[in-house]
């Protein structure tokens, strides 16, 4: 009686220690991914120690207390220190009567913008250049610029009024007009991105849908309400949001312009109240405070925002 064959020989048997062709196929992928692995990596390194880390370390600051170079826990002092703070109630005042006028004309001047340059049939690319040049000027040259436009001597736009025989205005140095002489300033600096966004959104609606429009009697006005605010609510409800986020968070414009504060605090934002903490006062612990506060009511306003608008499209 002969032995029993096994079913499978030694030559077919895989050698002992030589990878599989799944390993195999892994080990070509990983070598030829390597330079998009290393660039993801660095990436993600970056993101974590530029972003995590400081709301990180905001976070534990804030409950913090720094006293003759000795670090120990303040519990919620910091944040009552800041909420009894004056100051604190005339910052967000400030702050938020900066959002509404900032969209009032920052959120509507750049679509007003785009609409009229998507009129035009010759000429665009230079109207879009135009358009965006004042977001490739530095941030600090723009602001010097308008700083001199607003001089009560001989700025530029007191020169114009006087063309129009009307009376100069103290632009920065009055509580009436120096809130929204840094509006002015903020939304010249910054509509260039949004007029952009909205023209590209503007040029991929359908050409039919304002041809029916047309042939229906309709005019510039009822166009634009009829076809292109539907058809660009999706980029509207989106620059709406990063515009509040963004103009909630305003510190340049104030602190170049009117040095912050402002005429009577007029202008104080903050922004400009945490870097007062940190840095004027050295109460680090209560600009952590405040720079969460700020945090925790831009999370829950973006929230109920995309809360809101979920709700809407699904009606």
């Known amino acids: ?7 499978t020989s030694k030559a077919t048997r895989p050698r002992r220690g030589h990878p599989g062709p799944a390993r195999e196929e892994f080990v070509r992928a990983l070598r030829r991914n ?3 692995h290393g660039f993801l990596i660095g990436a ?16 534990v600051l804030a409950f913090q207390k720094n006293e003759d170079g000795r670090t120990t826990w303040a519990g919620w002092s910091n944040l009552s220190y800041v909420v009894n703070d004056p100051a604190f109630w005339q910052a967000w005042r400030n702050t938020l009567l900066f959002t509404g006028l900032a969209l009032l004309l920052g959120f ?3 679509f007003v913008v785009a609409v009229v340059i ?9 109207l879009r250049l135009l358009v965006y040049l004042p977001v490739m000027l530095p941030p600090v040259a723009s602001v010097l610029l308008f700083k001199y436009f607003y001089d009560p001597g001989y700025g530029l736009f007191n020169r114009v009024l006087e063309v129009f025989h009307l009376p100069a205005q103290q632009w920065l140095q009055s509580t009436d007009t120096a809130m929204l002489s840094v509006v002015i300033a903020a ?4 509509m260039g991105g949004a007029t952009l966004i909205y023209l590209a959104a503007l040029q991929s609606i359908p050409g039919e849908l304002y041809e029916a429009a047309e042939l229906d009697g309709a005019g510039l006005l009822r166009r634009v309400w009829h076809v292109t605010i539907p058809q660009t609510r999706l980029i509207l409800s989106l620059l709406l949001l990063m515009q509040i986020i963004a103009t909630m968070q305003v510190f340049t414009e104030p602190f170049l312009l009117t040095n912050g504060a402002g005429p009577e605090g007029s202008t104080t934002t903050v922004v400009y109240l945490i870097y007062q903490y940190a840095f004027n006062f050295n109460n680090y612990g209560s600009a952590a405070a405040l720079g969460l506060v700020l945090l925790v009511v831009l999370a829950g306003f973006s929230a109920v925002y995309v809360r809101l608008s979920r709700g809407s499209e699904d009606q």
């Open 1 to 7: 009686m002969s032995a029993p064959t096994l079913s």
């Open 34 to 36: 390597m330079t998009a």
């Open 44 to 59: 993600v390194l970056c993101f974590s120690f530029f972003s995590w880390y400081p709301m990180v370390r905001e976070f």
């Open 108 to 110: 509507a001047v750049p």
């Open 118 to 126: 998507n009129e035009f049939r010759h000429g665009q690319g230079y």
């Open 187 to 190: 939304t010249w600096m910054n």
